[in-house]
């Protein structure tokens, strides 16, 4: 059985596998995780000088008359809004709600497209 | 040793700071659709009051367990080599001890009480 097992082909190009539309809320899920991270600390980076006085209150709103800042805000938005819907989806799943193999593509559907929804609500009010 | 963040642990705490964070993010997004600060005193007033300022730094407690678990479970899927691996949670947890302090730093007496 073992030496059955090390015999199997193993194929994870992951461009020709067919993947389900939960494998791309998941790894979504995952991918704007680590998005979010790495973003924290520059949010965190504007919350300090927006709160230090007005002169740098005034830098970080002149922050966002950037054009390229303003895409770069729209993509995490989109970054915050999958992460946060496919979130809530697991918590839901976790009280057994939606657990379903219907109601779970149905709700991963909702879940990528609902991102991309806000993003592109995001990018109407901003750009 | 106690693991703090690992197995039945992690997955609580995993869970528990999401619904807190999502309830400080709904709660932010109504005040700014409602009544959006547009002007540095009232945007720092808002902030600093001692509601929200507590209210955000649970917040960003519960950012960076979560976000310690979160990358714990990417090193622990991806970065098998022992050193690797051992480095890249050195690295973490010190990005995030480091953005904890910075945070407190922001939270407390600096913007708020001084003055």
Redesign the interface.
Known sequence: MAEANKRRPVFFNLTQIQMPVGALTSIGH?VT??L??VS??FG?YL??L?????RS??RVVSYFDQWALRVVAIVLVWVLAHH?LA??RH?LS?ADIGSQLPAARRSAWFVNVGGIAVALLAAGALL | MKKPFTGLRAWLVQ?LS??YM?SF?VFFLIHFAVDAPHS??A??SW??GSGVRSAAAVF?AA?LAH?WV??RD?ILDYIHPVAFRFGSFVFVGV?LTA?GI??VR?LST??GFAV
Do not use: C, K, N
């Open positions: 995952r995780g680590v979010l991270a924290a600390p965190i919350l300090d927006s709160l230090q006085d007005p209150y005034a946060l979130g809530t918590l976790d | 869970r999401a619904l999502l993010i540095y005193e945007w720092r902030m600093t960003f950012l976000a979160g990358l990417v990005g953005t910075w945070v922001i600096e913007h």
